[in-house]
């Protein structure tokens, strides 16, 4: 079973700041709650091993390959991680107590100290989370990593630097886009409708390939498992947003005035043909808007010219395709 919610922590809720205070003082708590100095050593390596996972946002695999004493500032809080994502990070004040207090003990000098089974780790993360009453799906290894990043998105770190934070590579970052049904997504999207009109069709995707020309830069988006995307922006766009590397996370919108709605499939010169569904239509006498929705379920509103269209074809529920530039798309900042 725990590989199971190990490997699919997406369709699991994630823990609010509360529950993850909650949690963090039970740790606390049962590290304490022994009498024989032989259990207490092994309820000290778990607590770290939890500590580095909630506040380092530490995979668990490198947690147990790393030696934490020589990696670890006590003073600064610094944690250099080594290895394929190797990365320095920040670790909290307010946590460094507890990381001094373990660290002191003799047995953290030895190379091995944590050197422990992963199924026996998780086999505590779900008990512990159970002494406080939460589910233990919420509190395993990985959901807590992801609840850490979420955790730091709340605080307003920006994403790009929450996925350095978290080490993450590659397709990794889509898992964590919807990590928690989505509520990474929809942080993200939150934020760039902020900033956007109440119409601007606001969306998230992974940038997946970047093609460059003498002067401008196409970006292949990843919106959806099967459904792509192509953006037009300049060179220095490209720098400004530090899109070199493929696989970023962007939020970007499409202004529906730039978007043609067709009633069939016909080809066009526009790079971008979306099938939809319609589900509102809102219109004057002269002009309007269509609102529909794709395969995804990702709604995208269209304006209209009111006049060229014969309402009798057009009608929620209808199929229709929606067409735009690839130079329509703006990528957010």
């Known amino acids: 079973m725990s590989n199971k919610l190990e490997q699919q922590p997406a369709d699991r809720q994630n823990l609010t700041p509360e529950e993850l ?11 304490q709650a022994v009498s024989t100095p032989a259990r207490r050593i092994v309820r000290a390596k778990l607590h770290l091993v939890f500590l580095l996972v909630r506040y ?15 990696c670890l500032d006590r003073q600064s809080g610094l944690l250099s991680v080594p290895g394929e994502n190797a990365r320095d990070i920040m670790l909290p004040m307010g946590c460094m107590q507890h990381f001094r207090r373990i660290l002191s003990l003799p047995e953290a000098e030895q ?30 290894p990985r959901a807590l990593r992801y609840a850490r990043g979420l955790e730091l998105l709340s605080l307003h770190v920006p994403l790009s630097m929450v996925q350095k934070y978290l080490g993450q590579p590659g397709a990794a970052k889509t898992f964590f886009l919807n990590f928690a049904g989505g509520d990474v997504k929809s942080h993200v999207l939150d934020r760039a409708r902020e900033r956007s009109r109440s119409r601007d069709n606001v ?4 940038v997946t390939s970047i093609r460059l020309g003498l002067r401008r830069a196409e970006l292949e988006i990843s919106v959806a ?3 792509v995307l192509y953006a037009q922006t300049s060179l220095d766009r490209v720098q400004d947003l530090d899109l070199g590397e493929h696989r970023q996370v962007i939020s ?15 080809p066009t010169s526009l790079h971008n043909c979306l099938e939809a569904t319609v589900t509102g239509l809102h219109a004057d006498s002269v002009e309007g808007f269509a609102s529909t929705v794709l395969c995804d379920g990702t709604p995208l509103h269209a304006d209209l010219d009111w006049g060229r269209l ?11 395709w929606l067409h735009f530039a690839a130079s329509s798309v703006e990528i957010d900042d």
């Not at 050197?115 to 919420?138: H, M, N, S, W």
């Open 203 to 206: 969306l998230a995707g992974i």
């Open 310 to 320: 014969d309402s009798a074809e057009l009608y929620e529920g209808r199929r229709v």
């Open 252 to 266: 970007f919108h499409i202004p529906s005035s730039r978007i043609v709605l067709t009633l069939d499939h016909v």
């Open 225 to 227: 498992s099967k459904l």
């Open 56 to 70: 380092g946002g530490l995979r668990l695999r490198e947690v147990l390959e790393m030696p934490v004493t020589a």
């Open 111 to 140: 190379a091995d100290f944590l050197a422990l089974d992963t199924g026996f780790i998780r086999r505590k993360f779900y008990a512990v989370a159970e002494l406080c009453g939460l589910p233990p799906q919420k509190a395993a």
């Open 21 to 31: 205070a909650t949690l963090s003082l039970c740790w606390e708590s049962w590290e």
